[in-house]
Structures are given as C-alpha cells and as structure tokens.
C-alpha cells in the first residue's frame, strides 16, 4: 500500500476491500456518526458506470476535469461520501483512484458498486485527513469537494491534504461560500422557527430546489439531513480559500464562480484574481444560479508550486 506512509501502514486492516483504521478525532467520529445513518450523496438505485459517466460528460466542469486528467494518473477523493466520483472518474482509464473517508458505511456503498460494475481500479481508504497517512507529494490531483467546512478545522484540514499533491499537480477544494450559502441559510431559518414541523419539511421540500428534483428516497433523505440538521458546518469566502493556497505554496488557477464571471477550462485558467469588489460579485451572483440554489458550493482549483518557485 505506497498509499499510505509507510510509518502509518500496520494502522490499517483489509476489511473486504476496504482499507480501515480507526478513526479517533472526536469531529470526524461525530460528523462519521452523522452519515452513517445517511450516507452522502448515495445512489438513485438504477446507476452504472455508464450513467455516472454521462454525468460526469454532461457537467462542463468535471468533463473538461476528467479529459485534462486523461491516462495513467493518480488522483485521490478526500472525503469521497459514496464514491460517485471516483468511480466515474475510474471507469473506462487506467488511473489509480482513492476513495478516502471516515464513514465505512459511505464506503461500502462505493465498493459495492464497484464490484457490481467491475471497476477495479478504486482503492477504497477509510480514514481521516487529520491523521494524516497519505503519503506526501503522491497524487496528480487532489480533490476535497463539500468536506473542510464539516471538519474541525478547514485551514488545518487543507494544510494537510495539499502536501499530498505533486508538485505542478492540482488541488480542487469546494467549501460552502458565505454569501453562495445564503439561500440554503435562509431555508435553515425558516426549517429551525417552525420547529423543524411535518409542515415545515413540506415546505422546506418545496422550497429546496435540489429536493424539488426526482430522488430516490435515500438520496433525499441523505440531502434533507445534510443541508438542514449538519452538526458541523462552516461558510467560507474566496479571499479565504486564496490565503490558505498562498500560504501552503500553491497557486490559485480558476474558481468556480470566477472573478472574470466566465467558464474556464483547467488549461485556460489564468490565475487571474480580479479585484475585491469581482470576488464579491463573483459570489454574489451565486445566489442567482444553481451554485446558490443548492447548498452555496464554492469550487477554487489551485497547482502545487514547484520548490524554485516558492
Ligand atoms: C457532504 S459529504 C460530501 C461527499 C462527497 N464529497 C460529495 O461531494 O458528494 C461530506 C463527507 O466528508 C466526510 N468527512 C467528514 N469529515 C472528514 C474528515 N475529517 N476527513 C475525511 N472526510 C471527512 C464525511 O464522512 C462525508 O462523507
């Protein structure tokens, strides 16, 4: 297992195809806790590897992400909840993906399906980014998407997973943005003074634009959960996520929305930050987007810097 740190290697036992320690922060066993009775985002129930290929071919982002990839990469989901995206990103290349997070039941999810789809090219990891076991400077491209702010320290927490990158590699975070979130902030306002009613579920289901979609009952009870009773949540803006990548030597490429207010492919990206008051309305405009329609998910994509540039 190169993956793990070879001092850390004898924490981890082989339960059936799932790599497993234990997991001890008092955080991540709370917030591990919390998605075991609903693992995140889980499955609609008729997925293949096909389906959540075209998914992946139909959002721009992750489709540009996955061709710019291409073949022979290593590229780690810190955080992966069931895994959809490691295994699409899997499916049909020889690259080597890890599926790391502390909730096993999310995990088992990912690996069945994998097995059931003969994806063989996932490792499944189940562990937490605080303890730290992932051997430095490994992965072409780490992402970490919906899964700092649920930590007990996302600064801390990025600071760990961005030595896990190469150097020149990438580092693709998502965090929940304080003005982007705003909308889902309301709903939990108005979820918290109706006292969380039968009534204000119903409500809340109208109001929500993703739980207005066709979901499998487990999915939406997996959303609901997540967005409206999360016992850890955090908001972060763009000029944070900026500071934390100039102080671990990387560099700030593109974000998700962009201060330029355009789609970038990875290869375009510029690292063009724009000024204070574009960042603003960068994220100001999340409000009137799907980005703000459902949860306020910030994507900020950075390259590690090599040493003669530091
Ligand atoms: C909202 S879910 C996001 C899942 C997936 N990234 C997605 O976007 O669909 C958050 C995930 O972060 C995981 N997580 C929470 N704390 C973590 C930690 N300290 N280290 C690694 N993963 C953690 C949880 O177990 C959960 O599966």
Not at 118 to 134: A, C, K, R, T
Not at 184 to 212: G, M
């Amino acid at each position: 297992m190169k993956i793990i740190k070879e001092a850390k290697r004898s924490q981890f036992k082989n339960e059936e195809g799932i790599f497993s320690s234990e997991i001890k922060g008092s955080t991540t066993l709370e917030v591990s806790e919390f998605y075991s009775g609903a693992p995140f985002p889980n499955y609609q129930g008729y997925e293949s590897a096909f389906v959540l290929e075209k998914i992946v071919s139909k959002n721009p982002f992750l489709n540009d992400l996955k061709n710019h990839i291409g073949f022979g990469k290593k590229f780690i989901e810190v955080g992966s909840g069931t895994c959809q995206l490691s295994l699409a990103f899997a499916a049909g290349t020889n690259n080597l993906l890890v599926a790391m997070d502390p909730t096993k039941e999310s995990l088992k999810l990912g690996k069945d399906f994998a097995r059931k789809n003969n994806i063989n090219n996932v490792v499944f990891l189940n562990s937490d980014i605080f303890d730290d076991v992932v051997q430095d400077s490994f992965f072409d491209v780490v992402w970490c998407s919906g899964v700092l702010h649920h930590t007990k320290d996302s600064k801390k927490g990025f600071e760990i997973i961005s030595k896990w990158v190469k150097e020149d590699g990438l580092i693709i975070i998502g965090v929940y943005n304080k003005i982007g979130r705003l909308r889902t902030n309301f709903r939990q306002v108005i979820y918290r003074i109706l006292k969380k009613s039968n009534f204000s579920i119903k409500l809340i289901s109208l109001l929500d634009p993703y739980l207005r979609r066709n979901l499998s009952e487990e999915k939406r009870r997996a959303w609901f959960l997540d967005q409206y009773e999360h016992p850890v949540e955090r908001k972060h803006s763009i000029d944070e996520v900026m500071n934390w990548f100039e102080d671990n030597s990387i560099s700030y490429l593109g974000s998700i929305p962009s201060p330029s207010f355009e789609f970038k492919k990875i290869s375009q990206m510029d690292g063009n930050k724009g000024l204070f008051i574009n960042r603003f309305f960068a994220q100001i405009t999340m409000l009137f987007s799907n980005l703000g329609g459902e949860g306020g998910l910030c994507i900020v994509v950075g390259k590690k810097m090599k040493k003669v540039d530091r």
